[in-house]
């Protein structure tokens, strides 16, 4: 009976990992991986521990990545600290309006940043882009992670 509730809470983590990989506040790739590690411990599936390391590791990575990439395509394109605070409140608010909110939040939100700090419009969608270029990188990024550990979960179960 344990064995089939973990086995379920493996599943769902990986489900919520990958679902977390395009919402923001959901650590989607240390989720994805919990999945494989709770199931290593069942009899359903067990994974060589070098690839649990590299997993656990590369999720852990991606998560704290995903941080700096949305700051790093503001600053690639020009943007200065206002535009960075301005993308970090546009994601914020974003969320409130679903997966549209949460693309397009931190555009705006950079934008606007930018506005209130540099009359130029041009300097501030420039700004902006750099911000939307790095999330959506970020977010691929994860899903890229996410779905490589969904690979292995699934693959335990028939190796």
Known sequence: MTEYLLLTLAILLVIIGIIGCMVPVIPGPPLSF?????????????????????????????????????????KKFGGSKYGIRGATIGLIVGLFFGPPGIIIGPFIGAVLGELSYKNNFNYAIRAGLGSLIGFMAGIGLKLAVSLVITFYFVRGFFV
């Not at 590791?57 to 790093?72: C, K, N, R, T």
């Open 34 to 74: 919990a999945g494989p590690l709770i199931l290593h411990f069942t009899q359903f599936a067990e994974y060589n521990k070098t690839l649990l390391l590299i997993l656990g590791s590369v999720s852990i990575i991606v998560a704290v990545f995903d941080y700096l990439v949305p700051i790093w395509g503001t």
